[in-house]
């Protein structure tokens, strides 16, 4: 299965302190939210399958993460199930044709210059999953799962993400290299997650900052 992850759910991936959604009461809708990435991506890696992180999305994680950034990629660069796909000519097709068969071009004039900005973002990263041909979206944006559903493409969230079984447990899998790698990669040292910390990406409310210890496993 090919899989493609938006800013959110990287942002779990390697940030402990990530913040899960809060309905309007201030209570997580999801439990363990980061387990759950954490086993998806073990399974998918068993699988010998990819994961797509679209440059798009990446470049707004490593933003958030902007102290730690070029780690964040050297581990990204060495993990086979990860793929990095960018926004070209294929997928510029793509975007246009779908927007042209639709109608929805002429809804990008109305609303803020910012909500323009973030609709034609959101549309590079949908069309990227079309292009690469991703059987799945993994995003915590309704934008995201309205134009996954457009194209065909299914779309979960964090809640549609199975727990792990109850002995597992997390493991600083993003801090080593493949088994096939023989040169060693040792995680940049960092500080101990905290659930309540800042909001992830793409919800309102985000404050930029830099990301705080890796982790995960494959």
């Not at 990446?58 to 950034?69: G, K, N, P, V």
């Not at 041909?133 to 944006?141: N, Q």
């Not at 899998?173 to 023989?182: A, R």
Request: glycine share 8%.
């Amino acid at each position: 299965m090919i899989g493609l992850f938006d800013a959110g759910f990287i942002y779990f991936l390697f940030d402990d302190r990530a913040r899960a959604p809060r309905d309007s009461k201030g209570k997580p809708i999801v439990d363990r939210a980061q387990d759950r990435i954490d086993f998806l991506v073990q399974r998918i890696s068993e699988q010998k399958d990819k994961i797509i992180l679209p440059a798009p999305a990446l470049a707004e994680f490593m933003l958030l993460s902007a102290d730690r950034w070029i780690d964040y990629l050297t581990i990204i660069r060495r993990r086979s199930v990860f793929e990095i796909v960018g926004f070209d000519e294929p997928e510029a097709v793509e975007l246009v044709e779908h927007c042209l068969k639709s109608g929805d071009g002429k809804r990008l004039k109305s609303g803020t210059p910012e909500t323009w900005a973030k609709l034609k973002y959101d549309r590079q990263i949908a069309a990227i999953a079309a292009t690469r041909r991703v059987e799945c979206i993994y995003s915590t944006d309704a934008d995201l799962h309205k134009f996954a559903g457009q194209l065909n493409i299914k779309s979960c969230n964090l809640i549609d993400l199975p727990l792990p079984p109850t002995t597992q447990r997390r493991l600083p899998g993003f801090g080593e290299p493949d088994v096939n790698e023989q040169e060693d990669l040792s995680a940049p040292a960092g500080v101990s997650g905290n659930r309540d910390g800042p909001p992830e990406p793409g919800t309102e409310g985000d404050e930029k900052k830099g990301g705080g210890e890796k982790s995960g496993k494959e």
